[in-house]
């Protein structure tokens, strides 16, 4: 693993998955540890991680949407209204998310309530083992899934993504600049689904802390319900076996979920999303 944003809390040692794995195993804290740390690692690689001695860890990538901006992890509640105080002292004049997973304190949502935030939504985190075998299936006619290895090709890649993630079109040169300077590209497999010339379809794979992180499957408006995100998730599954991971993870929404399920992944716990007033 390279230039990782955040480390695991446990050894890569600790908590390894018995050769027969059940939803139990896949929601152990060693396994939960080395997700969260690939997802931490995700999000602070769209902006500067700050966390230092502090008991916030945040981002800022100054992107006009709240995807890019957030706190991943809070270690202490010891002092929760000087927390939040910072957190939006720090993430002020750009739109931000703050992330609440297994990772921080069980009481951390009633904190933030408490002080004013709003919950937005609840994610299922999603594991799977990836010695597990998936079903051979064939892809829709004609679509190709290729690797995106230079900058020339990172803009339709952002195109299609930030479409379906309701991103103003005016930030994709500057999620390009962000996206070709993230210090954890070698740890990344971009993703894009290639039909008639054209890229319809986008999946992100970060190989880190032994697990494979698959983020931003999506599919163009005018391509979904073909196959094509069956067709993405297999490939970054295949993406996490030749990096030698034993893990894929993701977070799901409600029109992935199902997909997801039929892969084999199973949900071993949440994040809850928080927005405080502007």
């Given at each position: 693993m390279t230039n990782a944003a955040s480390g695991a809390d446990v050894p890569l040692t600790e908590g390894a998955l018995p050769e027969e794995h059940t939803s139990g195993d896949l929601g152990?804290?060693?396994?939960?540890?080395?997700?969260t740390a690939n997802f931490r690692q995700y999000l602070t690689g769209w902006g500067p991680a700050e966390h230092g001695d502090s008991d916030l860890e945040h981002?800022?990538?100054?992107?006009?949407a709240p995807q890019f901006n957030g706190v991943v992890r809070v270690r202490s509640l010891d002092a929760a209204e000087q927390l939040t105080a910072t957190a939006r002292e720090r993430l002020a004049g750009v739109p931000w998310w703050w992330w609440v997973g297994p990772d921080s304190p069980v009481d951390t949502s009633a904190a933030l309530a408490a002080h004013g935030a709003r919950e937005l939504t609840t994610i299922p985190v999603m594991v799977r083992p990836l010695d597990q075998e998936m079903d051979p299936t064939e892809p829709p006619a004609g679509l190709r899934i290729e690797a995106v290895t230079d900058r020339g090709h990172l803009p339709e890649l952002v195109?299609?993504?930030?479409?379906?993630?309701?991103v103003a079109p005016g930030l994709e040169s500057d999620i390009v600049r962000v996206e070709s300077q993230r210090r954890d590209n070698a740890d990344i497999v971009r993703l894009a689904a290639v039909l008639d010339g054209r890229v319809v379809g986008t999946t992100v794979v970060i190989a880190a802390h032994d697990v494979a992180g698959i983020f931003i499957v999506h599919v163009a408006d005018t391509h979904r319900r073909r196959g094509i995100g069956k067709a993405l998730t297999a490939a970054a599954l295949r993406v996490g076996q030749d990096r030698g991971m034993r893990l894929a993870a993701l977070a799901a929404s409600p029109a992935g979920e199902p997909l997801y399920r039929s892969f084999g992944f199973v949900e071993v716990s949440q994040y809850r999303l928080f927005a405080f007033p502007a």
């Open positions: 152990h804290a060693g396994t939960l540890a080395r997700v981002f800022r990538s100054g992107l006009a195109r299609t993504y930030s479409a379906s993630m309701g």
